[in-house]
Nanobody
Framework: VQLQAYGGGLVQAGGSLRLSCAAS????????MGWFRQAPGKEREFVAT????????YYADSVKGRFTISRDNAKNTVYLQMNSLKPEDTAIYYC???????????????????WGQGTLVTVSS
């Protein structure tokens, strides 16, 4: 299984970026997909998740209204559209796949079975 995240970069505060995560080696449509982030010196935190059907999405309060998660099951890809970026959004962003076995909640990193390598987002003030 491989999850390849890309699309990160340097952007000014108030700007936008779109992250993508291409999955291979798994039946993509049977996995919930999530985005997490980890800032320097901080723990990895939940950002957003989208259920396998694409019908339900969930967001951390800190990004609600600014970020949008979506997926294209035909392309085995999940996206994170990030608008109105703030310096505190600076982090390495990771995509992850969750089968749901084990029953852990979607906002927990331990709930996810596979992880991508991360892509760095830097927001300058």
């Amino acid at each position: 299984v491989q999850l390849q995240a890309y699309g990160g970069g340097l952007v000014q505060a108030g700007g936008s970026l779109r992250l993508s995560c291409a999955a291979s080696g798994l039946t993509f449509s049977t996995y919930d997909m999530g985005w997490f982030r980890q800032a320097p010196g901080k723990e990895r935190e939940f950002v957003a998740t989208i259920m396998r059907s694409g019908g339900s999405t969930y967001y951390a309060d800190s990004v609600k209204g600014r970020f949008t998660i979506s997926r294209d099951n035909a392309k085995n890809t999940v996206y994170l559209q990030m608008n109105s970026l703030k310096p505190e959004d600076t982090a390495i962003y990771y995509c992850a796949a969750r089968s749901g076995y084990g029953g852990r909640s979607y906002y927990l990193a331990l709930a996810y079975d596979y992880w991508g390598q991360g892509t760095l987002v830097t927001v300058s003030s």
